[in-house]
């Protein structure tokens, strides 16, 4: 048919022919039931690399999991570290001021005792 013929001398038609693997790059039909063989290996090696492709993700995914627990495990460390320093420095802070208190809580409380011993003295 020469109408035909025409339609598939356009060049948009030859390219999609050509993009699905109907004809060859001369314009020539490939004869699928001889290729069947070949198209069968291509589809087991696109099958192999899919399942590489999908290994290869869940493996990056587990990697990624755990990077991530080690950091969510190194910053709950660090918070426990900074929970601990500071609970060392109100506690040093505490202490200080408890000391303070006492070193002038004890000279008072021994001019006290001295003042009442030296009235006792004299009461004598």
């Given at each position: 048919?020469?109408?035909?013929?025409?339609?598939?001398?356009?060049?948009?038609v030859?390219?999609?022919?050509y993009?699905?693997?109907?004809?060859?790059r001369?314009?020539?039909l490939?004869?699928?039931?001889?290729?069947?063989?070949?198209?069968?290996?291509?589809?087991?090696?696109?099958?192999?690399?899919?399942k590489?492709?999908?290994?290869?993700?869940?493996?990056?995914?587990?990697?990624?999991?755990?990077?991530?627990?080690?950091?969510?495990?190194?910053?709950?460390?660090?918070?426990r570290?900074?929970?601990?320093?500071?609970?060392?420095?109100?506690?040093?802070?505490?202490?200080?001021?408890?000391?303070?208190?006492?070193?002038?809580?004890?000279?008072?409380?021994?001019?006290?005792?001295?003042?009442?011993?030296?009235?006792?003295?004299?009461?004598w």
């Amino acid at each position: 048919d020469p109408n035909m013929r025409h339609y598939f001398q356009n060049h948009k038609v030859q390219s999609h022919l050509y993009k699905t693997g109907q004809i060859d790059r001369a314009g020539r039909l490939i004869d699928l039931e001889k290729n069947k063989s070949k198209l069968h290996i291509i589809e087991q090696e696109f099958k192999v690399a899919e399942k590489l492709a999908l290994n290869r993700k869940k493996e990056e995914e587990e990697m990624r999991h755990r990077v991530q627990g080690k950091r969510h495990t190194a910053l709950d460390r660090a918070r426990r570290y900074e929970r601990l320093l500071k609970m060392k420095e109100d506690r040093k802070i505490r202490q200080d001021i408890v000391r303070a208190a006492r070193g002038f809580a004890l000279p008072q409380a021994s001019l006290s005792t001295t003042a009442s011993e030296y009235r006792g003295k004299s009461a004598w």
